[in-house]
T-cell receptor, first 110, second 114 residues
Framework: GENVEQHPSTLSVQEGDSAVIKCTYSDSASNYFPWYKQELGKRPQLIIDIRSNVGEKKDQRIAVTLNKTAKHFSLHITETQPEDSAVYFCAASKDYKLSFGAGTTVTVRA | SQTIHQWPATLVQPVGSPLSLECTVEGTSNPNLYWYRQAAGRGLQLLFYSVGIGQISSEVPQNLSASRPQDRQFILSSKKLLLSDSGFYLC?????????????FGDGTRLSIL
């Protein structure tokens, strides 16, 4: 099955700096790559996604890039704010199923 | 708009007791439905998914089972809970139109086994 690896597991950034989270996947048939943000005790919420026919997508301070040849995709958060502190999960989709990375705990220092 | 409901929000059960968690989706027809478990500080593990009434696919062998008695209802069950069944259980739905659709999660059930 699909194997998704996510790095780093923890990330501490100064408010205003950028944060980058990287994921790799194993199955070249995966064609959809969402990112979720989960605050403590809450449900994961979709923040951005990208499909395999697109290389980059941006939504305000958040951007995702996809390299299908290398089978990796990344989340970029610019101008980080305290409310960006959370756990972020990447995922890869194939055949109606999502395979999740292990998560990155992001802490934004004021 | 579509909404997803899960209940109960929290549950404390003794080892060996049965379990029934329920999830319903409103505002859409024939959704794909999913059950995940999340251990404390860990990622999401897919337990079951369903693409239609009575159609259940199991991802991980265990003492849990799932059923889909109605189009927008998904139930997670166990006859005898184990200590290792503790965790945060999340239901999710997605549109049935292809595999590249976002999944939307319910608020989850926090299950503690004593």
């Amino acid at each position: 099955g699909e194997n998704v690896e996510q790095h780093p597991s923890t990330l501490s950034v100064q408010e205003g700096d950028s944060a980058v989270i990287k994921c790799t996947y194993s199955d070249s048939a995966s064609n959809y790559f969402p990112w979720y943000k989960q605050e403590l005790g809450k449900r994961p919420q979709l923040i951005i996604d990208i499909r395999s026919n697109v290389g980059e997508k941006k939504d305000q301070r958040i951007a995702v890039t996809l390299n299908k040849t290398a089978k990796h995709f990344s989340l970029h958060i610019t101008e980080t704010q305290p409310e960006d502190s959370a756990v972020y999960f990447c995922a890869a989709s194939k055949d109606y199923k999502l395979s999740f990375g292990a998560g990155t705990t992001v802490t934004v220092r004021a | 708009s579509q909404t997803i409901h899960q209940w109960p929000a929290t549950l404390v059960q003794p080892v060996g007791s049965p379990l029934s968690l329920e999830c319903t989706v409103e505002g859409t027809s024939n959704p794909n439905l999913y059950w995940y478990r999340q251990a404390a500080g860990r990622g999401l593990q897919l337990l079951f998914y369903s693409v239609g009434i009575g159609q259940i696919s199991s991802e991980v062998p265990q003492n849990l089972s799932a059923s889909r008695p109605q189009d927008r209802q998904f139930i997670l069950s166990s006859k005898k809970l184990l200590l290792s069944d503790s965790g945060f259980y999340l239901c999710a739905w997605t549109r049935a139109a292809g595999s590249n659709q976002p999944q939307h999660f319910g608020d989850g059930t926090r299950l503690s086994i004593l």
